[in-house]
């Protein structure tokens, strides 16, 4: 059976229990049973591997020796097990012993966890399909890496979604232009489900790691947190899946509620790649965290100013923003002032509305800048659409190739071969400064469509006004007719 047809059917399984209601119970559900399956898998290859080795998970609290046998606990006795037992012991787990670092993770993941499934008998069929995953088997492994990532794309009534998934071919072109070498310290502020720090692997993986020790840096570098429990988990599984031993570095934690001025010299980093949350705000008092000319309520914006302080000299980062950050006033012109007086802002990708759908239907852009120096000119490229397609869909995503005219068009590392075009256009700073740091700056290259007359567009809605009001009157007529007789 592939494991894609064995993720269906476990979800099908859960679908009959009375206790999973939704998809956001559901794939909480799947999380936890799929890390502990994983995290055993793990934990029995590194026993192999390293002499003396000892799990950080408790004997009896193993998959292996409570699931893996498919005759073994089921009904009542399974519940009871996994509620009385398991969940207490994981949820309060020593951080002592050599091991500390990956107990630190079994606790941060069952901190918020649930068992939602009420029926002992639904469990023990869903044990039994997961067990039949064997996460050490790397085509396996692989496999079901892009099944996970379907499964959150498909999550679209967790509520929020949009705030922890970005599309994986946005996160790939990011990290491609940003091109991440092992041992620069990378870090993402609001992770979500790790889609930046995935494909920051498989990037480095492809490119330049070529022995054990390079794979080595390649984790030690990676720095991430993520606030909420539900993508935090997700994201920590994730980690295993992608041959991540010690995914301790993914802090389960609110980047904005450490004060601002806090971040030291030793919190630098090389490289920042994210998605911070927008459209939404910040719970009361996290902006009292900021200096007073950097307050909002506004999570991108706090994200922002914080992203240019923590960037070392030299260091670069590729951040989604939407449109509003752009065209904002007040606190917003001020970061933005700032943003280009300490970096180079030498890039905004801007993509269509419909990239994000159907979580969000928000026009969103890339912003790409490095610490250090000054920004002189900005360049802008404007994403479309594929030619003979209204918009991206869940049917019809974005995809990387749609970004091969812009990485066709970048210039090479130091981007010296640039030149305008038909989607491509500069702007310098001056001009930026002289917009009140407007950087909402439309394509000059495009043609205005003529809408036609507002006189002749008013008579034409007028008319159409009046044809509704008189079919409304007919409806109306009909019916009476019909009610009195």
């Known amino acids: 059976m592939s494991v894609r047809t064995i993720v269906k059917s476990i979800q099908d399984e859960m679908r009959k229990d009375a206790g999973v209601d939704g998809d956001a119970q559901r794939i909480s559900q799947l999380c936890w049973m799929f890390f502990l399956k994983i995290i055993d898998d793990q934990d029995q290859e590194l026993e192999l591997v390293q002499p003396g080795y000892e799990s950080p998970v408790p004997d009896e609290f193993q998959w292996r020796n409570w699931a893996a046998d498919r005759e073994g606990m089921t009904g009542d006795a399974l519940l009871s097990f996994i509620n009385n037992e398991l969940f207490p012991a994981l949820k309060n787990l020593p951080i002592t012993g050599p091991r500390r670092h990956r107990a630190i993770v079994v606790r941060s993941v069952f901190e918020d966890a649930y068992n939602y499934m009420k029926s002992g008998h639904q469990l023990r069929k869903v044990v039994n399909k997961i067990d039949d995953v064997d996460f050490n088997d790397l085509s396996e492994r692989q496999h079901f890496g892009d099944i996970y990532e379907q499964l959150l794309n498909d999550l679209q009534s967790a509520g929020n979604a949009g705030e922890y998934y970005t599309p994986r071919a946005v996160t790939a072109f990011m990290t491609d232009r940003i091109d991440p070498k092992p041992g620069e310290i990378l870090f993402d502020p609001a992770c979500g489900t790790g889609g930046f720090l995935t494909c920051a692997m498989r990037h480095m993986r492809e490119r330049y790691v070529k022995r054990p020790e390079d794979e080595a840096l390649m984790q030690a570098s990676l720095r991430a947190v993520e606030k909420k429990p539900l993508p935090h988990m997700l994201a920590v599984t994730n980690m295993l899946l992608h041959g991540v ?12 509620a450490r004060p ?39 999570t991108a914006d706090l994200f922002l100013a914080l992203i240019v302080r923590l960037l070392k000299p ?5 951040v989604v923003l939407p449109d509003g950050t752009l065209f904002g006033e007040g606190m917003k012109t001020r ?6 007086e300490e970096c180079n802002l030498h890039t905004i990708v801007r993509l ?4 994000f759908k159907p979580y969000a239907s928000i026009g969103t852009n890339l912003l790409f800048f490095e610490k250090g120096q000054p920004t002189e000119e900005t360049w802008y ?23 091969a005219d812009c990485v066709a068009w970048w210039g090479g590392t130091a981007r010296e071969a640039r030149q305008e075009g038909p989607q491509a256009w500069r702007v310098t700073a001056e001009a930026v400064k ?20 507002p006189a002749e567009l008013l008579a034409e809605l007028r008319a159409a006004e009046a044809k509704a009001a008189g079919l409304r009157d007919q409806l109306k007529s009909i019916l009476a007719e019909a009610l009195a007789r």
């Open 335 to 340: 970061l933005k002032e700032h943003l280009m």
């Open 314 to 318: 030299g260091g670069r980062a590729a």
């Open 260 to 298: 601002y001025i806090s971040w030291g010299q030793s919190d630098r980093v090389d490289i920042v790649l994210t998605n911070p949350p927008f459209g939404g705000q910040e719970e009361d008092g996290i902006e009292t965290n900021f200096p007073a000319h950097f307050r909002t309520r506004e």
């Open 245 to 256: 031993e010690d995914p301790s570095f993914l802090r389960h934690d609110n980047t904005l």
């Open 352 to 355: 269509p509305n419909s990239v």
């Open 434 to 453: 002289a917009r009140n740091y407007n950087l909402d700056i439309k394509n000059p290259h495009t043609v205005e469509e003529d809408h036609g007359d």
């Open 381 to 403: 490229w404007e994403h479309r659409v594929p030619e003979g397609q209204k918009a991206y869909s869940m049917t019809k995503p974005i995809r990387l190739e749609h970004f």
